[in-house]
């Protein structure tokens, strides 16, 4: 049967037919100006009171001119409003007073007495929110913090009285203007920040809200201010209460289909005159249905018989408007349908379950699950959720699915729980995995998840049965073929704050760029970005943890493992961590793409193919700890956590003869003790680069390199570039992009065999030439490069003691403080690698001249030359130095006094160590432990 609704378009004062000013204040403004006043001062009879009264300025006074009756009916005979002269008049009201509001409405009635000028104020605070004609043809709101107005292109004429408001919904995160009763324009915006913490602009009315002291030209009655946003209905509301018009639908009714024993529900939405009146009317009969009054229409329990046409009319004493005409569809129920069986899992004993039917046949289905015939206490829904399975649990599943017309049965689903073998298997159920992938399987295609469900799908050329990574357990790996073989699953990460995936991998030869290991596409996405890189990356901010390089060699099994951790990336391998990143929010996104292993699309939609063996990967929907990462690994190697010194580390001397040292770490590069060339030249202690090996040596970043002009040299030994990248072999690199980035500059070594130098302003290239002279004809041969940064300034490039090549800047250019400088390899991939021997290099806080240049190279390096301007020298005289820690995994710790044998002893963790630690001795006495 047909029933009442409880809900009414208009509710209170509006309903019983109030005035204006009592439609105003039911809504409770904080401020309400009406301007029936007889002097200075603009009375406001909102919830603030007097302390937000405003003050008549530079002559505007309460005049007669008003909406009144017999048009604006909602209104005294003896109205007045703010007569305003649109040249320095305006209403003064409160200091501040939208500070700290979210939600923000004005609303006024405005006469143009003729043009206006451009950034005429209406209402508004300038600076947070501003209201008015931005010219003559548009009325517009502006929130200043964000330059996203609403315009509303010439919404009235002169000399008529009209309705505006602007409603600033931070909840919604909305604004939106309305001209009488109605929305006239919206945009969205991008927080509730105002920008008004610290205003202390007056609020206006009528003059400079937007900050250019124009006044409005005209008349401007019942200022209003709330702090809340009206609906649009309200502020309909307002303006039909004193606006006598016929009823306009705001909302039209939506068709329903629905089955039998559901709820119907019609509704439309009118602005008008009140009252207003509603009558239902069903199959367009004109005969109205009896007693559905209001503005929504309620069916409950819906049969059949009630399919049809519904309209809705709505009058007043103005005129009678009737709605579109929708169709409302009651479908017979019938038996259920069951349209997906629950399936048949195995599970390891501690984890979960969950068993999902989906079935057609009405809205009012029930469920009743089953196991081995017999009813299970409370599993009345589409999914029955088992946690913590035990062997107890085994056995059929099964649901009856009922409506009013008959039950259905559905197929049993067979749930057979496994014990987890001993050791690495049972410590990752014991973590409670999201899924686990054993990789075990003996035959395909299936790789089964018995943690989750989301089995897997073998894919191309995947060779199973291979041996796998864990020490002392005869469990199988697969090895996938590097062009066609991966494994997809169901699985996505889609809106996981915190996820970790680890698993173990053995490389069987150098990786391609952007193999995956495992990962979602362009979600989070795990592997080789190239042969020398592991890299994580999180398409969602393009941040990236990069690990180089390789730590784990090829023919070798190595833990990999990725954790974010509500905004922070930590890459782990082997058990210990190897980079982190942090991230703007751990809010990473959502797609349709789905979690690969091996391949298959993790860095793009397709491809990405890893060649070697994966075994053991598990992904959970928390961030393990750096213990329980420790603990895997200890567990799946047999490798028991241990902490060796050796003494011996990466480390190479400055050897200047006073100020700050700069020691440079070495990444690869081979220290030789000697080095003759053809012409019989020979360097004592050096540095050999293997381009395909990307042998690079660093020196951290320092203010003592930052100079404006200066002097790099070295001695440089090379037969020609190889290996990949786009261009030439990096020498000095200290500019961390290519042009147009960052500031800075690189030398290097063209492959035609020319010295190349391109310095980058920051906005753009500022000085880029090459040398006439080349040096790939493996002799010895010294490089000098001096440079002033000044627009007016130059660089100059001497091969073997003589000026070669000189250019001005087009533009002046700096360092870039926080970039380290790389000799050898650059963290740009458009560079190769170099090939050859380094020696003897050094940087001057100074432009040595070409006497002090040609006395370096004559004297074979032997003079020391401005030794007081030398702010770095690497001469490579002894092999590289320090001490070096390894462990296996866990976190290094150290203390600089050991009590007794230790347990009072106060440890701090080495910030950002991993294994391999190296460090230059000091002197001190340090400590050193693990914890897990």
């Given at each position: 049967?047909?029933?009442?609704?409880?809900?009414?378009?208009?509710?209170?004062?509006?309903?019983?037919?109030?005035?204006?000013?009592?439609?105003?204040?039911?809504?409770?403004?904080?401020?309400?100006?009406?301007?029936?006043?007889?002097?200075?001062?603009?009375?406001?009879?909102?919830?603030?009171?007097?302390?937000?009264?405003?003050?008549?300025?530079?002559?505007?006074?309460?005049?007669?001119e008003?909406?009144?009756?017999?048009?604006?009916?909602?209104?005294?005979?003896?109205?007045?409003?703010?007569?305003?002269?649109?040249v320095?008049?305006?209403?003064?009201?409160?200091?501040s007073?939208?500070?700290?509001?979210?939600?923000?409405?004005?609303?006024?009635?405005?006469?143009?007495?003729?043009?206006?000028?451009?950034?005429?104020?209406?209402?508004?605070?300038?600076?947070?929110?501003?209201?008015?004609?931005?010219?003559?043809?548009?009325?517009?709101?502006?929130?200043?913090?964000?330059?996203?107005?609403?315009?509303?292109?010439?919404?009235?004429?002169?000399?008529?009285?009209?309705?505006?408001?602007?409603?600033?919904?931070?909840?919604?995160?909305?604004?939106?203007?309305y001209?009488?009763?109605?929305?006239?324009?919206?945009?969205?915006?991008?927080?509730?920040?105002?920008?008004?913490?610290n205003?202390?602009?007056?609020?206006?009315?009528?003059?400079?809200?937007f900050?250019?002291?124009?006044?409005?030209?005209?008349?401007?009655?019942?200022?209003?201010?709330?702090?809340?946003?009206?609906?649009?209905?309200?502020?309909?509301?307002?303006?039909?209460?004193?606006?006598?018009?016929?009823?306009?639908?705001?909302?039209?009714?939506?068709?329903?289909?629905?089955?039998?024993?559901?709820?119907?529900?019609?509704?439309?939405?009118?602005?008008?005159?009140?009252?207003?009146?509603?009558?239902?009317?069903?199959?367009?009969?004109?005969?109205?249905?009896?007693?559905?009054?209001?503005?929504?229409?309620?069916?409950?329990?819906?049969?059949?018989?009630?399919?049809?046409?519904?309209?809705?009319?709505?009058?007043?004493?103005?005129?009678?408007?009737?709605s579109?005409?929708?169709?409302?569809?009651?479908?017979?129920?019938?038996?259920?349908?069951?349209?997906?069986?629950?399936?048949?899992?195995?599970?390891?004993?501690?984890?979960?379950?969950?068993?999902?039917?989906?079935?057609?046949?009405?809205?009012?289905?029930?469920?009743?699950?089953?196991?081995?015939?017999?009813?299970?206490?409370?599993?009345t829904?589409?999914?029955?959720?088992?946690?913590?399975?035990?062997?107890?649990?085994?056995?059929?599943?099964?649901?009856?699915?009922?409506?009013?017309?008959g039950?259905?049965?559905?197929?049993?689903?067979?749930?057979?729980?496994?014990m987890?073998?001993?050791g690495?298997?049972?410590?990752?159920?014991?973590?409670?995995?999201?899924a686990?992938?054993?990789?075990?399987?003996?035959?395909g295609?299936?790789?089964?998840?018995?943690?989750?469900?989301?089995?897997?799908?073998?894919?191309?050329?995947?060779?199973?049965?291979?041996?796998?990574?864990?020490?002392?357990d005869?469990?199988?790996?697969?090895?996938?073929?590097?062009?066609?073989?991966y494994?997809?699953?169901?699985?996505?990460?889609?809106?996981?704050?915190?996820?970790?995936?680890?698993g173990?991998?053995?490389?069987?030869?150098?990786?391609?760029?952007?193999?995956?290991?495992?990962?979602?596409?362009?979600?989070?996405?795990?592997?080789?970005?190239?042969?020398?890189?592991?890299?994580?990356w999180?398409?969602?901010?393009?941040?990236?943890v990069?690990?180089?390089?390789?730590?784990?060699?090829?023919?070798?099994?190595?833990?990999?493992a990725?954790?974010?951790?509500?905004?922070?990336?930590?890459?782990?391998?082997?058990?210990?961590?190897?980079?982190?990143?942090?991230?703007?929010?751990?809010?990473?996104?959502?797609?349709?793409?789905?979690?690969?292993?091996?391949?298959?699309?993790?860095?793009?939609?397709?491809?990405?193919?890893?060649?070697?063996?994966?075994?053991?990967?598990?992904?959970?929907?928390?961030?393990?700890?750096?213990?329980?990462?420790c603990?895997?690994?200890t567990?799946?190697?047999?490798?028991?956590?241990?902490?060796?010194i050796?003494?011996?580390?990466?480390?190479?001397?400055?050897?200047?003869?006073?100020?700050?040292?700069?020691?440079?770490?070495?990444?690869?590069?081979?220290?030789?003790?000697?080095?003759?060339?053809?012409?019989?030249?020979?360097?004592?202690?050096?540095?050999?680069?293997?381009?395909?090996?990307?042998?690079?040596?660093?020196?951290?970043?320092?203010?003592?390199?930052?100079?404006?002009?200066?002097?790099?040299?070295?001695?440089?030994?090379s037969?020609?570039?190889?290996?990949?990248?786009?261009?030439?072999?990096?020498?000095?690199?200290?500019?961390?992009?290519?042009?147009?980035g960052?500031?800075?500059d690189?030398?290097?070594?063209?492959?035609?065999?020319?010295?190349?130098?391109?310095?980058?302003?920051?906005?753009?290239?500022?000085?880029?030439?090459?040398?006439?002279?080349?040096?790939?004809?493996?002799?010895?041969?010294?490089?000098?490069?001096?440079?002033?940064?000044?627009?007016?300034?130059?660089?100059?490039?001497?091969?073997?003691?003589?000026?070669?090549?000189?250019?001005?800047?087009?533009?002046?250019?700096?360092?870039?403080?926080?970039?380290?400088?790389e000799?050898?390899?650059?963290?740009?991939?458009?560079?190769?690698?170099?090939?050859?021997?380094?020696?003897?290099?050094?940087i001057?806080?100074?432009?040595?001249?070409?006497?002090?240049?040609?006395?370096?190279?004559?004297?074979?390096?032997?003079?020391?030359?401005?030794?007081?301007?030398?702010?770095?020298?690497?001469?490579?005289?002894?092999?590289?130095?320090?001490?070096?820690l390894?462990?296996?995994?866990?976190?290094l710790?150290?203390?600089?006094?050991?009590?007794?044998?230790?347990?009072?002893?106060m440890?701090?963790?080495?910030?950002?160590?991993?294994?391999?630690?190296?460090?230059?001795?000091?002197?001190?006495?340090?400590?050193?432990?693990?914890?897990?």
């Open positions: 049967m047909f029933c009442l609704s409880a809900s009414f378009l208009f509710l209170g004062a509006v309903v019983n037919g109030a005035d204006y000013p009592s439609t105003v204040l039911a809504d409770g403004p904080i401020a309400y100006w009406r301007f029936n006043d007889s002097g200075t001062v603009a009375t406001n009879i909102g919830s603030l009171g007097a302390a937000a009264d405003g003050t008549y300025t530079n002559g505007a006074v309460a005049g007669a008003a909406p009144r009756p017999p048009q604006f009916t909602g209104f005294e005979a003896d109205n007045m409003a703010a007569q305003l002269d649109g320095d008049d305006f209403v003064v009201g409160v200091r007073l939208l500070n700290g509001l979210t939600n923000v409405t004005m609303s006024a009635w405005i006469r143009r007495a003729g043009a206006q000028r451009n950034r005429t104020g209406l209402l508004g605070q300038d600076n947070v929110i501003e209201f008015g004609y931005i010219d003559n043809n548009t009325l517009q709101a502006w929130v200043d913090n964000f330059q996203t107005p609403v315009n509303v292109i010439t919404p009235f004429p002169d000399l008529e009285w009209d309705h505006v408001a602007l409603v600033v919904n931070g909840d919604a995160l909305q604004m939106t203007t001209t009488n009763g109605l929305a006239a324009g919206s945009a969205p915006l991008p927080s509730t920040n105002y920008n008004y913490l205003n202390t602009n007056f609020f206006l009315i009528g003059g400079d809200t900050g250019n002291g124009v006044s409005f030209n005209g008349q401007i009655d019942e200022a209003a201010v709330f702090d809340k946003a009206l609906s649009a209905e309200q502020i309909a509301a307002h303006y039909f209460s004193a606006a006598p018009s016929p009823p306009i639908i705001i909302r039209q009714p939506e068709p329903v289909t629905v089955f039998e024993g559901a709820t119907v529900q019609l509704s439309a939405a009118a602005v008008g005159s009140p009252v207003l009146q509603y009558q239902w009317l069903y199959f367009g009969d004109p005969a109205p249905l009896m007693n559905e009054t209001n503005a929504t229409l309620v069916i409950s329990n819906a049969m059949t018989s009630h399919t049809g046409s519904y309209s809705l009319l709505v009058s007043n004493e103005f005129g009678t408007v009737e579109t005409v929708v169709d409302v569809i009651v479908n017979s129920t019938e038996p259920p349908i069951i349209t997906q069986q629950p399936v048949s899992a195995t599970r390891y004993a501690g984890l979960k379950v969950t068993f999902t039917v989906v079935a057609t046949g009405g809205s009012n289905l029930g469920y009743q699950w089953q196991t081995n015939d017999v009813n299970l206490p409370g599993a829904n589409a999914m029955l959720m088992i946690t913590n399975v035990q062997a107890a649990n085994a056995g059929n599943y099964s649901v009856i699915v009922s409506n009013a017309a039950v259905t049965p559905s197929d049993v689903a067979v749930l057979t729980v496994i987890p073998p001993a690495y298997a049972s410590a990752i159920v014991a973590g409670n995995p999201l686990y992938w054993r990789l075990d399987e003996a035959i295609p299936t790789a089964f998840d018995y943690a989750g469900g989301f089995d897997g799908t073998y894919n191309g050329t995947a060779s199973l049965g291979v041996p796998g990574a864990l020490a002392g005869e469990n199988a790996a697969v090895q996938l073929d590097g062009a066609t073989a494994v997809g699953t169901p699985l996505q990460l889609n809106n996981m704050p915190n996820v970790t995936m680890v173990w991998i053995n490389r069987e030869v150098d990786q391609l760029a952007r193999t995956g290991l495992f990962g979602q596409n362009d979600l989070v996405e795990f592997g080789y970005i190239d042969n020398n890189t592991i890299q994580a999180v398409d969602n901010f393009d941040t990236a990069n690990v180089s390089p390789n730590p784990i060699p090829n023919q070798q099994w190595g833990q990999v990725l954790v974010l951790n509500s905004g922070t990336a930590i890459v782990y391998v082997n058990g210990s961590p190897a980079g982190m990143a942090t991230l703007p929010s751990a809010n990473y996104g959502s797609n349709g793409f789905l979690f690969n292993i091996g391949g298959g699309g993790v860095f793009d939609a397709t491809g990405n193919y890893f060649n070697g063996r994966i075994d053991e990967v598990a992904v959970y929907n928390r961030a393990l700890t750096a213990n329980e990462i603990s895997l690994y567990l799946g190697s047999g490798i028991q956590p241990s902490l060796q050796e003494r011996s580390g990466p480390f190479l001397l400055d050897t200047k003869p006073s100020g700050t040292p700069h020691p440079a770490r070495n990444f690869g590069a081979e220290w030789v003790a000697s080095s003759m060339d053809n012409n019989f030249v020979t360097r004592e202690g050096l540095m050999t680069f293997a381009a395909s090996e990307f042998d690079q040596i660093a020196v951290p970043p320092h203010t003592d390199f930052d100079t404006t002009s200066g002097t790099i040299m070295f001695w440089v030994r037969a020609g570039t190889t290996g990949g990248g786009d261009f030439g072999a990096m020498l000095f690199d200290r500019r961390p992009t290519n042009p147009g960052p500031p800075g690189v030398i290097v070594q063209t492959d035609s065999g020319a010295i190349f130098v391109q310095a980058a302003s920051g906005t753009g290239g500022a000085n880029s030439f090459q040398t006439t002279r080349t040096i790939n004809d493996d002799l010895w041969h010294h490089i000098t490069y001096v440079y002033d940064q000044s627009a007016t300034g130059s660089i100059s490039l001497y091969i073997d003691g003589m000026l070669d090549a000189s250019q001005t800047n087009s533009t002046a250019w700096s360092w870039t403080p926080s970039q380290q400088i000799l050898g390899r650059s963290h740009d991939p458009f560079w190769r690698a170099f090939n050859g021997s380094m020696d003897d290099v050094r001057y806080n100074t432009m040595l001249t070409a006497a002090q240049i040609d006395e370096v190279y004559t004297g074979e390096s032997g003079g020391l030359v401005a030794p007081a301007s030398m702010v770095l020298r690497l001469n490579f005289d002894a092999a590289p130095a320090g001490l070096t390894r462990w296996t995994c866990g976190i710790q150290e203390a600089t006094t050991l009590v007794g044998s230790g347990p009072g002893t440890w701090t963790d080495v910030a950002g160590a991993t294994t391999p630690h190296s460090f230059l001795p000091t002197g001190q006495t340090r400590f050193f432990r693990l914890r897990q």
